[in-house]
């Protein structure tokens, strides 16, 4: 499996709600990074967390970083109908020159 | 954030024309920047890294010939999508890096670019 993959693959919650996104990946990594893509857009850089941060928020987003299990987390909160989208989690990885994306996790809020 | 204008948005060409894709950062300097290819539903499929004032070096499977790539300033990455047949079709997406210090890099991304090759 590839570097920087994200589960759920959808997820589907009702206006309000929280929508939690996790994503795993593989090597050593500088930062981590989590992007949003509306449908036929490109993809919008939402918050960077280093590899020494743990936690980092951005008004209703909040983003967990856990590199003894490499896996990072990104939580919406109070989710409104315009965050529907897909969210994809990036890393970028010592020496690797590029970030790797995973597959992303497609996110439906119902209002 | 860092802005990347990507132009243009939406193209359609016949088959066997050759189209132009512009990629520019417009605050910053980007001295790498890559060239996506995306299905519906689909994640980002790197094509190519685009390195300023070399040849681009492309992934697995791309043909280069095909998809030519130039990054002539630390602005600007152009991608050619050379002979576009109908497969050709798709979402053209390019990003650029900036470096953000100890931690590595990021990458800003343009709006994308729908091409349709009748």
């Known amino acids: 499996s590839q570097q920087g993959e994200e589960d759920p693959q959808a997820l589907s919650i009702q206006e309000g709600e929280n929508a939690t996104m996790n994503c795993s990946y593989k090597?050593?990594?500088?930062?981590l990074q989590w992007y949003r893509q509306n449908s036929g857009r490109g993809l919008v850089h939402l918050i960077l967390?280093?590899?020494?941060?743990r936690e980092k928020h951005s008004g209703r987003l909040r983003v967990t970083l856990d590199t003894s299990k490499k896996s990072s987390s990104l939580l919406i909160t109070a989710s409104r109908a315009a965050d529907t989208a897909s969210y994809f989690c990036?890393?970028?990885?010592?020496?690797?020159?590029?970030?790797?994306f995973g597959d992303g996790t497609t996110l439906t809020v119902k209002p | 954030g860092a802005v990347v204008s990507q132009h243009p948005s939406w193209v359609i060409c016949k088959s066997g024309t050759s189209v132009k894709i512009e990629c520019r950062s417009l605050?910053?300097?980007?001295?790498?920047m890559f060239w996506y290819r995306q299905f519906p539903k689909k994640s980002l499929m790197l094509m190519a890294t685009?390195?300023?004032?070399?040849?681009?070096?492309?992934e697995q499977g791309v043909e280069k010939d095909k998809f030519l790539i130039n990054h002539a300033s630390l602005t600007l990455s152009t991608l050619t999508v050379t002979s576009a047949h109908p497969e050709d079709s798709s979402f053209y997406i390019c990003?650029?890096?900036?470096?953000?210090?100890?931690?590595?890099?990021?990458?800003?991304f343009g709006a994308g670019t729908r091409l349709s090759v009748l």
């Open positions: 605050d910053f300097q980007a001295t790498t």
């Open positions: 990036a890393t970028d990885a010592i020496n690797a020159g590029k970030s790797t």
């Open positions: 990003s650029a890096r900036d470096y953000v210090g100890n931690f590595g890099n990021i990458q800003y």
């Open positions: 685009s390195n300023e004032g070399s040849k681009a070096t492309y």
């Open positions: 967390i280093r590899s020494n941060e």
């Open positions: 090597t050593s990594i500088n930062n």
